[in-house]
């Protein structure tokens, strides 16, 4: 088991819908992040909460919206997706935003845009 | 800007054999630290090994050992006796600190190691 939990696992959705994908940890980690993979390629980073504040922004669509309700909780609100976003979404979070700390992730949401 | 070559885009041996996933990275920072991530088809990315930019120290861990030689700027993972359940994409990282004090993480294009029975 992870010591990050995403939810749902998997999530269709059209491109009118309006859906959230949740992240968990309950670490203590002061840093969470979330991250776009499509198939056969790395992790794309996407945000950065940094004490539950968002720290960075990688120029993502606005159609995507982050929220940081507490220490332990990352949601990413979803709204009028393109069939491109269908990804693997990826949560991860580290002790703190230093460079020396690993990131540990969850297993992911299987996100696909009909 | 930061890079993370990782050249072998797949690898197939026969279970217990070893294998060794190739790493080459470029940074213009003295301190950096480098990681390596498991992702079986599950999907979770699992955390292996950090080594930072200042200790070249090989490191041994059961089946697992890295190579880090700034040298040749590689940070390479073998795996002794390999299993069927090391089957999965690895990827090699580079984290260095952005003008703002954060964070940022470059992975490699991971390489896809199949073990077979």
């Known amino acids: 088991d992870t010591e990050v939990t995403q939810t749902p696992k998997h999530l269709v959705m059209g491109m009118t819908n309006k859906k959230s994908l949740k992240c968990e940890q309950h670490?203590?980690?002061?840093?969470m992040y979330w991250y776009k993979q499509k198939a056969k390629k790395p992790p794309e980073l996407m945000f950065v909460?940094?004490?539950?504040?968002?720290?960075i922004n990688e120029s993502v669509p606005s159609r995507f919206s982050p929220e940081c309700p507490n220490s332990s909780l990352l949601n990413l609100h979803l709204h009028a997706l393109q069939p491109e976003d269908s990804a693997l979404y990826l949560c991860?979070?580290?002790?703190?935003?230093?460079?020396?700390?690993?990131?540990?992730f969850g297993d992911g949401t299987r996100l696909s845009i009909l | 800007a930061q890079k993370v070559t990782q050249a072998q885009t797949e690898i197939s041996v026969v279970e217990k054999e070893d294998v060794t996933l190739d790493c080459v990275y470029e940074?213009?920072?003295?301190?950096?630290?480098l990681f390596w991530y498991k992702q079986p088809p599950s999907g979770e990315l699992v955390f292996l090994i950090r080594?930072?930019?200042?200790?070249?120290q090989n490191e041994i861990s059961g089946r697992y050992s890295w190579n880090f030689q700034k040298s040749t700027s590689s940070f390479n993972f073998t795996i002794t006796a390999s299993q069927v359940v090391d089957s999965a994409v690895y990827f090699c990282?580079?984290?260095?600190?952005?003008?703002?004090?954060?964070?940022?993480?470059?992975f490699g294009t991971g390489t896809k190691l199949q073990v077979i029975p």
């Open positions: 670490m203590g980690h002061r840093a």
């Open positions: 990282a580079l984290s260095v600190t952005n003008s703002g004090g954060y964070q940022k993480v470059t």
């Open positions: 940074t213009r920072d003295t301190t950096y630290y």
């Open positions: 991860a979070s580290s002790q703190d935003r230093d460079t020396n700390q690993p990131q540990h």
């Open positions: 080594r930072n930019s200042f200790d070249e």
């Open positions: 909460y940094s004490y539950e504040k968002l720290s």
